[in-house]
């Protein structure tokens, strides 16, 4: 598996962090009765979403490693995430391609969507 490159920021930007715990279940419509629900998957998966500010450096390290050794955002990778006061590794993934705002000067704001296993 892949390992977030250590040349590349990994800390989200203030206020751009937002998560869902979970993905929402499954649901049936039932004739009678309740609506039947059930999860998506055995594992737990969060979606994450924030903004990295990167220099040039890093971001072409960043778009480099997610085209070529991520083989376009496909394959997952292990990467800090943030969780509660601190940074614990897991398994994740690019839900959707990642935004690039270049903006002005020599930095990058790269926003990602990540699907994150038990998180």
Not at 4 to 10: E, I, L, N, R, T
Not at 16 to 29: I, K, M, N, V
């Given at each position: 598996?892949?390992?977030?490159?250590?040349?590349?920021?990994?800390?989200?930007?203030a206020?751009?962090?937002?998560?869902?715990?979970?993905?929402?279940?499954?649901?049936?419509?039932m004739?009678?009765?309740?609506?039947?629900?059930?999860?998506?998957?055995?594992?737990?998966?969060?979606?994450?979403?924030?903004?990295?500010?990167?220099?040039?450096?890093?971001?072409?390290?960043?778009?480099?490693?997610?085209?070529?050794?991520?083989?376009?955002?496909?394959?997952?990778?292990?990467?800090?995430?943030?969780?509660?006061?601190?940074?614990?590794?897991?398994?994740?993934?690019?839900?959707?391609?990642?935004?690039?705002?270049?903006?002005?000067?020599?930095?990058?704001?790269?926003?990602?969507?990540?699907?994150?296993?038990?998180?």
């Open positions: 598996m892949e390992i977030w490159p250590a040349d590349v920021p990994h800390e989200p930007l206020n751009s962090f937002q998560g869902d715990a979970f993905r929402a279940p499954l649901a049936t419509e004739e009678d009765g309740p609506i039947r629900a059930r999860p998506r998957s055995t594992l737990k998966i969060a979606t994450l979403r924030f903004s990295i500010r990167m220099s040039n450096e890093a971001f072409d390290i960043f778009a480099a490693w997610v085209d070529a050794d991520l083989v376009q955002g496909v394959l997952p990778f292990s990467m800090p995430v943030w969780k509660g006061g601190a940074y614990v590794t897991r398994t994740c993934r690019l839900r959707e391609p990642y935004r690039d705002n270049p903006g002005h000067g020599l930095r990058h704001r790269v926003s990602v969507v990540l699907d994150v296993e038990d998180y």
